[in-house]
């Protein structure tokens, strides 16, 4: 499984960013796709997910202001970013996983920069 992110780049402040993440390969059974994000000397922090439901979950300092989409039958899964301040600066990481009778497996994405500054 590839999981791969695009949408990055420099911003202002109260601009906005849209982020899109494509899993490729052995994605039949592929599930849980989120966003994580990590900012520097800090650790990965989980920004949006799905809950089992298919409810969004998100960082409360991201709520109204990033919202998360997904294709399950594509296994795509996207991430609109408003209102984007500078400590939202990070490293954002595509995330799934999937479940077998092996046991679980974590699949990261490259991850993808996005910049906030004036």
């Known amino acids: 499984v590839q999981l791969q992110a695009s949408g990055g780049g420099l911003v202002q402040p109260g601009g906005s960013l849209r982020l899109s993440c494509a899993a490729s390969?052995?994605?039949?059974?592929?599930?849980?796709m989120s966003w994580y994000r990590q900012a520097p000397g800090k650790e990965r922090e989980l920004v949006a997910s799905?809950?089992?439901?298919?409810?969004?979950k998100y960082a409360d300092s991201v709520n109204l202001r990033f919202t998360i989409s997904r294709d399950i039958r594509k296994k795509t899964v996207d991430l609109q970013m408003n209102s984007l301040k500078p400590e939202d600066t990070a490293v954002y990481f595509c995330?799934?996983?999937?479940?077998?009778?092996?046991?679980?497996?974590?699949?990261w994405g490259p991850g993808t920069l996005v910049t906030v500054s004036s």
């Open positions: 995330y799934a996983e999937r479940q077998s009778l092996s046991g679980k497996f974590d699949y």
């Open positions: 799905f809950t089992r439901g298919g409810i969004e």
């Open positions: 390969g052995s994605i039949v059974n592929i599930s849980n």
